[in-house]
């Protein structure tokens, strides 16, 4: 493996626990971790390549925690264009049903590479939706990843339903193609068990680990929820799914005589390896409970954005201890992917809300704050001390973003609230996985974009022809 020696950083933000920014600073990188990390001069160690930072601001590569890859090949789709969230998943589920493994692959070649070129290293992917029968779609979805070079958590997952009146609503339409979207609670446990035993590495600097957990909570399934709990614990791996309670859901919990959180912790999900996702509807007994079990948050701004959500309160989950992490969710949901403009959305979205309903201005996310969440905090929620931190041992996974753009002229002060809060240039200068270059200037160094742009496309026209065929759907008509 190269021993990289990268100098003259004007800013290294190294997300220790003190905080420290390093002016003028270098990294020296051996055998995938860092060596060495201080104030130049750098000392004089033989390095395969040296590759000047002047001009940059260094962080550890962004952890993204909430991700649904296949959805690569549903972006920006004109019939869910202008729907909230029920109709989106009607306008999807079709399309989705006929996902197979090739369109994995694609999907996960070129959006790992997407992710990559802008600054993030690690990506944990929320496959609930994997039709397969002995792990092929797995294995084509890592062969996609491994090619990008991505950091990844595979979260294998399982939808036993689908939501509110969907079925009734869908089955006409697609007629048994609807069961592929589902899982069989007998078939689904032997196939998580399985994916758990290929795939996850549990040692330090792991570059594929494998989490699990159903696309929703199931209410109405206590011991479906406990199975995924036991399963994680068993084989210590991280839990995740979408929990975001309904009025609705409120209700049938309370018709059972109980409340979500009540029946979350009922199940072992309330504890340190899991993360949720989204959970912008929280109200304060959720948030202290969440906190207290040291579970974590994926924050995804653009997807609140784009199926018009309320903006999460993240002053008040800051405040109840909760640690969060952000997330680019799927693209079907975000229709882009990239890491350095969610941060920079992060950073503002939860200022919105008029006057009432406005977190006090105290509360706010400092540029250092929105970092934190996209390092250490991201890196925590995973449940891994290897990653989004800079300091000798940690795995050497490393991003650069250049300061010397017009956008950021007269932003003078501070390097970091330049690129947040001033900076319009998406991608990285420098990404760095596990000490080797994977991205630069913005593009993938061994992975052929166009190849993988084409081969996406391909997959995407493919998916959307078969399900027109199936359903007489027209997802290109805007309504
Ligand atoms: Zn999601």
Redesign the pocket.
């Known amino acids: 493996m190269p021993r990289l020696l990268l100098r003259h950083a004007d800013a290294i933000y190294v997300c220790d626990d003190a905080r420290r920014v390093i002016r003028d600073g270098y990294i020296f990188v051996e055998d995938g971790r860092i060596a060495a990390v201080g104030a130049e001069p750098a000392p004089a160690v033989a390095a395969d390549e040296e590759i000047s930072l002047a001009g940059s601001l260094v962080t550890p590569g962004f952890v993204n925690i909430?991700h649904?890859l296949y959805q690569t090949l549903t972006r920006a789709v004109p019939l869910a264009n202008r729907a909230s969230i029920l109709d989106w998943l009607y306008a999807m589920y079709p399309v989705w049903a006929e996902i197979d493994a090739d369109a994995y692959y694609w999907a996960a070649l070129a959006n790992s590479s997407e992710l990559l070129a802008s600054g993030c290293t690690t990506n944990a992917d929320?496959a609930y939706l994997m039709p397969e029968h002995n792990g092929e779609m797995a294995a084509e979805e890592l062969r996609g990843v491994r090619e990008a070079g991505i950091r990844f958590v595979l979260v294998r997952g399982g939808m036993p339903t689908v939501e509110a009146d969907l079925e009734s609503r869908l089955r006409p339409l697609m007629g048994a193609q609807l069961d592929r979207l589902l899982d069989r609670e007998d078939e689904l446990f032997p196939k998580l068990e399985s994916t758990i035993r290929r795939h996850h590495d549990t040692s330090a600097g792991a570059m594929v680990q494998v989490a699990i957990g159903p696309t929703s909570v199931t209410y109405v399934r206590p011991q479906f929820m406990r199975r995924f709990s036991d399963l994680a614990r068993e084989h210590a791996c991280g839990l995740h799914v979408?929990f975001d309670p309904r009025p609705d859901e409120h209700e049938t919990m309370r018709a059972r005589g109980g409340k979500p959180i009540g029946f979350l912790r009922e199940s072992g999900w309330l504890w340190e390896r899991t993360w949720f996702?989204h959970s912008t509807l929280l109200n304060d007994d959720e948030m202290r409970a969440i906190g207290d079990a040291g579970a974590s948050i994926a924050h995804c701004p653009h997807c609140i954005i784009r199926l018009g959500k309320k903006a999460a309160r993240l002053g008040h989950w800051r405040a109840h201890g909760i640690n969060v992490g952000i997330g680019v969710?799927?693209p079907a949901s975000s229709d882009t992917s990239n890491m350095l403009n969610e941060l920079r959305l992060a950073m503002m979205l939860h200022r919105v809300g008029g006057y009432e309903d406005s977190e006090p201005a105290g509360q706010w996310l400092t540029p250092e704050d929105v970092l934190w969440m996209a390092t250490r905090g991201g890196a925590r929620a995973l449940g891994r001390d290897d990653i989004g931190q800079l300091a000798p041992g940690k795995a050497a996974d490393i991003a650069a973003f250049p300061l010397r753009r017009l956008s950021m002229a007269g932003a003078v002060l501070d390097p970091l609230a330049a690129l947040l809060m001033a900076g319009a240039d998406p991608y990285a200068s420098l990404t760095v996985v596990n000490g080797r270059v994977r991205a630069r200037d913005g593009h993938m160094v061994d992975v052929d974009e166009m190849r993988a742009f084409d081969g996406c496309n391909s997959a995407a026209r493919r998916l959307f022809d078969a399900a027109r065929r199936r359903t007489g759907m027209d997802f290109s008509k805007h309504v």
């Open positions: 909430h649904h929320f979408h996702a969710d799927g």
